[in-house]
């Protein structure tokens, strides 16, 4: 039923973002490297009292308004996105014990990207709308522009602007990088989900690499 179908999407909307604020922190108590935008951010982060998840909030609507001369429209999980990632992340830090040994370093980093993988599946399989980052550099490459260079140019804006407050640039940045991309193409398809199918129909339909 339409109902039934509203309310999958969005319990895996909001458990992929809340996955994504996990791996994100993952990441930041590995200490191994961060994203690009969580190395922007936790630069902001080590320059004031603001925490590093309250920064993503932040800056997420500071790129949310930028959709405007754009004309992109978010969706609920645009807005969600905003809120839930940056919230799960301060909850999560305030509680995480920061790993001293570098095999548990490492495994924290590891499992972070993977984790990032799986949660960037499930919210934008659920098809409630892309993060407001996603969208900038969508709307900028609707206007003529490859969309990988965009992205690549804007994130090595933020990881430049962000090593230089003293974000955490390292080994697990270019993991990352390298990682996100074939994660991102074997979860999105895996998690996507179609109005008439249960989740299990949607999964078989769409894991098509």
């Known amino acids: 039923m339409p109902g039934d179908h509203l309310g999958r999407r969005l319990a895996q909307l909001y458990c992929g973002l809340a996955i994504y604020g ?22 902001l982060a ?31 999980g645009t807005l969600s996105n ?3 990632i940056g919230s799960v992340m301060d909850l999560t830090l305030a509680v995480m014990p920061v790993p001293a040994a570098l095999w548990l370093r490492v495994l924290a980093t590891t499992g972070g990207i993977a984790l990032n993988g799986v949660a960037t599946g499930c919210y934008i399989g659920a098809g409630l709308g892309p993060g407001p980052r996603d969208g ?13 260079m965009v992205r690549t140019g804007i994130e090595a804006v933020v990881v430049g602007v962000g090593w230089a407050l003293g974000g955490n640039v390292g080994v697990g940045t270019l993991a990352y990088a390298a990682t996100i991309g ?4 074997l979860f999105i398809p895996l998690f996507t ?17």
């Open 182 to 185: 074939p994660l991102a193409h």
């Open 193 to 209: 989900l179609h109005e008439g199918h249960d989740c299990r129909e949607g999964e078989r339909g769409t894991a098509h690499g």
């Open 22 to 43: 996990l791996s994100d922190s993952l990441l930041v108590v590995g200490r191994l490297g961060l994203d690009p935008w969580d190395v922007f951010q936790q630069g």
């Open 82 to 84: 905003v809120v839930v």
């Open 46 to 76: 080590r320059h004031s009292a603001i925490r590093i998840g309250t920064w993503a909030i932040l800056v997420g609507i500071a790129v949310l308004l930028l959709w405007v001369p754009l004309r992109q429209r978010p969706g609920l």
């Open 136 to 148: 900038l550099m969508v709307g900028l490459a609707a206007r003529g522009h490859s969309l990988r």
